[in-house]
Antibody, heavy 121, light 107 residues
C-alpha cells in the first residue's frame, strides 16, 4: 500500500523548534519530489516547500512565510522527508501534511494523515 | 505570486444537483491546475490534475475544464459523499498556491 506517515508534532513554545518526519512506503520514494503543506485551524491549505528528487539535484523551494525559519531535507535510504522548524510563531500552529508529487502531473496524488503542531505559551 | 480565487466560497445544494466551482488565476497558468476534495479531519484527496485529467478511482460525475486564467470543477449529480470542501491549486511557478476553498453543504 502506498502510504505517507507523518510524526513529530506537538506543543512548542513561541521561539522554539520542532522537527517533523514523514516516512514513505509502497513506492520508490527516491523518484519523487516531496512537499510539505499545512492547514491552520479552520483555514485553507498553504504550501510550505518542496524538496526535489536526486534527478533534479535535490534542490528546494520554500514559501516566503517560512523561508528563513524552516528547512526541508530528505534521506532516500530511509524513505524519509523532514521539516525542521525553528523560531516558531503562534501563526505556525497547523496540521502539517507531507505530500508526494505526482510525476509530470503538477499535483500531489498521495498525502499523509497529517501531524498537529501547536505553538503556544 | 499567482493568486487563485475560488467562487463561490460557500455553496448549498441538494443531492442530484449539478454544481460548478470556478477558480480564477491572477495570471495565466496554462494547464497546471488541480482540484482537491477535503473532508473534515482528513487529508486532501486529488480529484483532477492538469485541468481536466480525472484521477484514477474518482467518479466520472466530476469534471474539470478551463485554460489560462479561468477554470471550473463541475459535479454533474451530487451524491451525499460529495459534501466537502474543494480547493484548486496551481503548479505553474513558485510559490505553489491554493484557492481559499469552496465549502459545499447539503441544502
Amino acid at each position: 500500500e502506498v502510504q505517507l506517515v507523518e510524526s513529530g508534532g506537538g506543543l512548542v513554545q513561541p521561539g522554539g523548534s520542532l522537527r517533523l518526519s514523514c516516512v514513505a512506503s509502497g513506492f520508490t520514494f527516491s523518484d519523487h519530489h516531496m512537499d510539505w503543506v499545512r492547514q491552520a485551524p479552520g483555514k485553507g491549505l498553504e504550501w510550505i516547500g518542496r524538496f526535489r528528487n536526486k534527478g533534479q539535484g535535490y534542490t528546494t523551494e520554500y514559501a516566503a512565510s517560512v523561508r528563513d525559519r524552516f528547512s526541508i531535507s530528505r534521506d532516500d535510504s530511509k524513505n524519509s522527508l523532514y521539516l525542521q522548524m525553528n523560531s516558531l510563531k503562534t501563526e505556525d500552529t497547523a496540521v502539517y501534511f507531507c505530500a508526494r508529487d505526482y510525476i509530470s502531473h503538477y499535483s500531489w496524488d498521495v498525502w499523509g494523515q497529517g501531524t498537529t503542531v501547536t505553538v503556544s505559551s | 505570486d499567482i493568486q487563485l480565487t475560488q467562487s463561490p466560497s460557500f455553496l448549498s445544494a441538494s443531492v442530484g444537483d449539478r454544481v460548478t466551482i470556478t477558480c480564477r488565476a491572477s495570471q495565466g497558468i496554462s494547464k497546471y491546475l488541480a482540484w482537491y476534495q477535503q473532508r473534515p479531519g482528513k487529508a486532501p484527496k486529488l480529484l483532477i490534475c492538469a485541468t481536466s485529467t480525472l484521477q484514477t478511482g474518482v467518479p466520472s460525475r466530476f469534471s474539470g475544464a478551463g485554460s489560462g486564467t479561468e477554470f471550473t470543477l463541475t459535479i454533474s449529480s451530487l451524491q451525499p459523499e460529495d459534501f466537502a470542501t474543494y480547493y484548486c491549486q496551481h503548479l505553474n511557478s513558485y510559490p505553489i498556491t491554493f484557492g481559499q476553498g469552496t465549502r459545499l453543504e447539503i441544502k
